[in-house]
C-alpha cells in the first residue's frame, strides 16, 4: 500500500482534498457528490454560496422549492434537498465543537443515523471535517484494488475500508490516499483502463495478466 501511496504522489503530486472553505461546505459537498460528478457539485456549491445559504440555519429556513431550485446542477435535487435538511437539522442540535469531542465509532453511528449518509458518506465526513483516521471506500478504490491484485472479490465497503487502515493511520495520508486512488481511477484505471501510461503498471496483476 505504501508504494502504490508513494507512487502515486510523486506522479500526481498533492491533491489537496477536500476542496471547500468550511466543514460545513464540506459536509454539504459530500451529500451533493452522491450519483454525479465534482462539476456538478461544485455549481450546485456555488449557487448555494451567491444565494447566502451555506449554513444550517440558513437552509433549514430555506423553502424547499428554493433549495431544490439552487441544488439542481447535482442531479437528485428532490431527494438531496431533502437529505441537506436533515443535515442541517441534526447541526442546528449537535453542534460540531460538540460532535468533535466524541470517539470515532460514536461520531460515525450518529451519522449514519441522518438520513441521506450512507457509510461513504458518513466516512467522508469523518476524514476531512473531523480528521479521523478512516478511508473512504469507495467504487474506485474497489476497481483500482480489484485491478493491482490487493482485493480479490465484489465490493464490500467495510472490508476495503479495515484493509486500508490496518496499514494507514495518519488521516493526512488517508486523505492523501483516497484522492490520489480516485484520480488514478479517473485519469488511467477507467472502466477501459490505460495501462500503458498508467504509474503503476509495473505492480499491477491485471496489466501483467494482459500481457
Ligand atoms: S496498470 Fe491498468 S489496471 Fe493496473 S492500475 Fe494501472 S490502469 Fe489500472
Redesign the pocket.
Known amino acids: 500500500m505504501s508504494t502504490i501511496f508513494k507512487r502515486l504522489l510523486d506522479h500526481f503530486g498533492p491533491q489537496g482534498w477536500w476542496p471547500a472553505e468550511t466543514p460545513f461546505e464540506v459536509m454539504v459537498g459530500a451529500i451533493l457528490t452522491q450519483n454525479t460528478s465534482w462539476k456538478n457539485v461544485e455549481r450546485a456549491i456555488e449557487n448555494l454560496k451567491n444565494a447566502g445559504c451555506l449554513t444550517p440555519e440558513r437552509i433549514t429556513s430555506c423553502p424547499l422549492n428554493e433549495l431544490r431550485e439552487l441544488i439542481k446542477p447535482a442531479g437528485f435535487y428532490n431527494q438531496k434537498a431533502l437529505y441537506l435538511k436533515e443535515l442541517s437539522r441534526f447541526l442546528l442540535d449537535h453542534p460540531l465543537e460538540e460532535l468533535a469531542t466524541l470517539p470515532t465509532h460514536e461520531l460515525r453511528r450518529l451519522l449514519l443515523s441522518i438520513k441521506g449518509i450512507g457509510k461513504e458518506t458518513a466516512d467522508s465526513i469523518l476524514l476531512y471535517v473531523f480528521n479521523r483516521p478512516v478511508f473512504v471506500a469507495d467504487r474506485y478504490s474497489h476497481?483500482?484494488f480489484s485491478?493491482?491484485g490487493i482485493w480479490r472479490g465484489p465490493y464490500r465497503y467495510e472490508e476495503i475500508r479495515s484493509l486500508v487502515e490496518e496499514e494507514m493511520k495518519d488521516p493526512e495520508e488517508l486523505k492523501e490516499f483516497h484522492a490520489l486512488v480516485v484520480e488514478?481511477?479517473k485519469n488511467?484505471?477507467?472502466p477501459q483502463?490505460?495501462?500503458?501510461?498508467?504509474?503503476?503498471?509495473?505492480?499491477?496483476?491485471?496489466?501483467r495478466e494482459?500481457e
Open positions: 476497481r483500482v485491478r493491482l488514478l481511477a488511467y484505471c477507467r483502463p490505460r495501462c500503458d501510461a498508467c504509474p503503476l503498471k509495473d505492480l499491477c496483476s491485471f496489466n494482459g
